[in-house]
């Protein structure tokens, strides 16, 4: 897993960044995963967990429980989804994580091609269900294409997809002021 340096910053839009109350000095937190440089399963446990550090450091004990158990399944199934169906199996993926006033804003990446497409911003940024033929089905996830959508769906505040760049933003909420 690389860390901040020599990545490029991906950024969100200038409406999420202000429907969450974007603080510019605050850093910005970038995580990218090779799978090709790792041997054996990966997993993105350990790296939610220090997300989930960095967040209750700037936070405080204001985010509550609801929030980490929200904001580690929406970023597992994203990552997972980025390892399975968008980076080829092998190619490297990653995380961008705003902490704002109001919320985080986390832009998950990776290097293939499915947020690229038109007909994907429409259907998550409206949150319509995806269809599993929409997906190359990976062989060790027999829920691939079912569950993953749904998920973030159903634990993502804000949707907004940045096809040029072929980013998946989200936007949770800290709290529901």
Same mark, same amino acid.
């Given at each position: ?12 839009? $200038?409406? =999420? =960044? ?16 090779? =799978? ?60 961008? =994580? ?35 033929? $929409? ?43």
């Amino acid at each position: 897993m690389t860390k901040d340096s020599d990545k490029k910053i991906l950024r969100p839009s $200038q409406t =999420l =960044l202000d429907l969450l109350g974007f603080i510019p000095e605050k850093p910005v937190i970038s995580r990218e995963i090779n =799978l090709t440089k790792i041997t054996g399963n990966y997993t993105p446990l350990p790296m939610i967990k220090e997300l989930l550090g960095i967040i209750k450091r700037f936070y405080g004990e204001t985010i509550g429980e609801l929030f980490e158990q929200k904001f580690s399944l929406v970023t597992h199934e994203s990552l997972e989804n980025s390892r399975v169906h968008g980076s080829k199996k092998g190619r490297k993926y990653g995380i961008t =994580l705003y902490l704002c006033k109001r919320g985080t804003i986390s832009g998950f990446w990776d290097d293939g091609e499915f947020f690229r497409g038109r007909g994907i911003k429409e259907q998550f940024e409206s949150r319509t269900k995806i269809r599993e033929e $929409q997906f190359e089905l990976a062989e060790d996830d027999e829920r691939a294409g079912r569950m993953g959508a749904q998920t973030i769906y159903g634990y993502a505040d804000i949707i907004e997809v940045d096809n040029k760049e072929g980013v998946l933003w989200l936007g949770q909420r800290v709290s529901q002021q």
